[in-house]
């Protein structure tokens, strides 16, 4: 087994890992708890060392620590009263008598968020991260006291750490798959952004051809127009670069085809693009109904 030193210097390195990997995701903000001069933290050892070195069990005997299962063979009656038996009792311990607190607790807070509903990753994490540090801690306080008490709480922090670091690298993965999916719809969005501005251009210089060739008497129909105009609507296309913002956008229409504009104009912009509609409307001649 590793000495006392060991189990430090390898915890030690557990903690530089997961502050490395808790930087890499939103759980960057538990990392205070990493420290030994956490708050909460110094509290709960504060209490704990109050709560049992000042115990008023301290010089009396209790039942082993190494066996304290009550079983009726270890009592004896003494004047009607039943007595531990001598050999099944030892001084009380303040290390072993908070480590005996400490692991239950330890046990029963991890163990609730595992089950709680809705499951929550942070909690179950933050638990973990709280009593793998606090329990790092306490052993550091009492391996003067008690080496083989404070192993024990460094054997527990080291499998707390663990899964601390088995959490994180889950995480890490979860948040970096986020922001990539993050930054292609971002993407994405500047490509639609981009590709409509493009579409503006060519709408507006749809709806000059329209108010500035239509015919006297107007455009017969709006398929009229849209026919007549498609050539040098298209004309204008080819030799556009479509500078926007000091830069080329003409490779966001690279595929398309004169055919399927005249399409779109027809079946789509002279109906819902405001500025297309509003310039058909005012220039196509409409069909006066014989009675």
Known sequence: MLSVIEFCEEISQKLKWLSGHMAECEWDIYIDMLSENYPA??????EMREQFWNSDKVGTRVILYSDPSRKEHKFCNVDGVDQLKEEY??????AQECWKQLKS???RVTFSHLIQEPFLID?????HLFFAS?????GKSVMLENERVAIKAFIKSAELFDRCIGMSWFHVSVCTQKKLSLTRAKAGKKGGDSKAEVYRVI????????NESVPEGGWKSKAAAVNTL??????????SNFDINNESKKYRIATMSQDALEDTIIKNWSRNIESVKLALDNTVTRKKKIN
């Open 89 to 94: 009792t030892e001084l009380y311990d303040p």
């Open 134 to 138: 606090l329990t790092y801690q306490w």
């Open 41 to 46: 933290i110094r509290k709960e050892l504060s």
């Open 123 to 127: 909690d179950v994490f933050e638990s």
């Open 230 to 239: 498609i050539d040098p609507l298209w004309d204008f296309i080819k030799e």
């Open 105 to 107: 607790r330890i046990f």
């Open 203 to 210: 709408q507006d210089k749809l709806v000059y051809l329209i």
